[in-house]
């Protein structure tokens, strides 16, 4: 009898030794040496070779499986889970019926430039071989085709060593800059033959992913020069590592040159947002503040800055006047069907580089000491004022929450759409996740749950603020933080409504002279209130609220964050007002 932790944990009963073996188990064996914590997989016939190889060729460990309720969940679940390592683990997903639900986390991983190994499986291929209905039903043609657009590579490979040498290169592929996702099909008929001639394992030591791109000396004696003689250099700080050196790397580039630092919402944390040299809050949408910086630099920096034309256009108009030097190796990713790579910036040097890497190349380059900053000190953080009168906001909510941690570490997995860069500090690279990539609503709670099994084990508490409505889309995700108990919280800003669109139709509204009042029409998700709290008891996990006043408010963060320290995940839902910031309110509505 298993006991009731094995159950728990999803331990098979031993299987007598053979020495037959089967073409998932060598796929089995590849995924073991990937050496992945865990294989995240909602289940499918189409893949029951290779479910059969992790339970009974693998014992499900080496990696164990995480079962999840969706597939939209566990592609986001490996999202969040990469986003705080900056390494890949591999989500299974059923032949197309699997595929179609996971394509919305796909695009969001892409979108992200995050490592996600996605694998698939169809067939068999060979009609022949197919059992009735089902078989013909769950195949189809070149199945990649449905999120090729959205993947950096895609196989569908016609026998074993085919499908290794695929995973291999898909493997190679995600980690190699820019990340992003990559899908393998297996052919139902590879895994399930039994395999008759030895087949030999790629050396995956032999397939490491190139080392990142540096500056040449003639780049960057340019580069150097340029930052010399500028006398009010901005560095826009956009997608960068997880790691602590390359954080205290980019402190003392900046610090060197007295340049002015942006940072945006869009990107996970690349500096902390309380130095002098910190120029104006982050935002999802760019602050007058920072529009004024930016208008006034001489040198513009970017390192991999999510939509740098954008964000020029924002401060210049048509004439961008400042030197512009781009350090990014996003364009290799860029194809005709997705614009998330948006507009064509200039780029009067452009450095087709691991941005990261050229800050560790200008510290050793630069001798100089550090220089005068052009900007004036930043004010402190909205959160060090005194907590702002009125009904229950996010910014409030924000205010308890940091009161209630009491200074323990937590990583912000993800923060809603009304949350603003001055509501938090961030000191640490995990301070702070950013977006979801995409903007596909509903991966909240599937990234919130990724990124607490990656912090499982640390005395960093994963914290996701979310949308009601992008709760309510992904709920059942949090199901797997129950079953394989991981530790987190989630809590919901709850404003009752799918507010974001409420200020479009305000918009709408405003411009055709119509009635502004009738916003929240198709908008409310009330009457009936779903119940949040509710929806997390029902899964097994502790709910709390809804809550919307400060003492209850306190009493209830206080409390959840003693229970996730004690392993549990919790969910807290408090009513807040609708109300974005004007910066969030103005990208919106601008037509
Ligand atoms: C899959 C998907 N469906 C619809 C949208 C359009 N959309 C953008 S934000 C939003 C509202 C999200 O509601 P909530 O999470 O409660 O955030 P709020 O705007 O209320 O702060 C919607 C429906 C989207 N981005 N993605
Ligand atoms: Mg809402």
Known sequence: MLNKTQQAFDVPLPNPASDRRWGSDLIAELIRKLDIPFIVLTPGASFRGLHDSLVNHLGNSNPPMRVVLHEEHAVAIAHGYAKVTGKPVAAVVHSNVGLMHATMAIFDAWADRVPVLVLGATGPLDAAKRRPWIDWLHTSQDQAAMIRHYVKWDAQPSSVPATLEAITRAWRTIQTLPHGPAYVSMDAEVQESEVLEPVVLPDL???????????????MNQLVETLQQAKRPLILMGRMGRGEPAWQARLQLVERLGAAVLTDLKAAASFPNEHPQHAAAAGTFMGEDAKQILAQADVILSLDWVDLAGTLKQAFGGQVSATVIQVSMDHHIHNGWSMDHQGLPVADQFLACDPDEVVQQLNDALTTPAKTPWTEPQGPLALHSPM????????????????????????????????????????????????????????????????????????????????????????????????????????????????????????????????????????????PAPDLAGLARAQGLIGMGPISDDESLQQALKSAIASVNEGKFVVVDVHVASGYSPSMTSGLTKS
């Not at 397939?207 to 780049?219: G, I, M, R, T």
């Not at 305000?506 to 009738?518: C, D, L, S």
Request: proline fraction near 8%.
């Open 388 to 527: 702002p009168e009125g009904p229950m906001t996010v910014q409030r909510l924000a205010h308890h929450l940091w009161l209630a941690l009491d200074g323990q570490p937590a990583c912000l997995a993800r923060t809603p759409l009304s949350w603003n860069g001055d509501f938090w500090p961030v000191r640490h690279p995990l301070d702070y996740l950013g977006i979801d990539g995409g903007g596909g609503v509903g991966s909240g709670p599937g990234m919130a749950v990724g990124a607490a099994m990656a912090l499982a084990g640390t005395d960093r508490l994963p914290i996701s603020l979310l949308g009601d409505g992008d709760y309510l889309m992904g709920v059942n995700a949090i199901w797997t933080a129950a079953k394989y108990q991981i530790p987190g919280l989630i809590i919901v800003c709850n404003n009752r409504s799918f507010y974001n669109d409420e200020v479009h139709q305000e918009r709408v509204a405003r411009q055709r002279e119509r009635e502004v009042a009738n916003k929240w029409v198709g908008q409310r998700l009330d009457d």
């Open 205 to 219: 030591g032999r397939h490491q992913p190139p080392a990142p791109p540096v500056a040449s000396a003639l780049a």
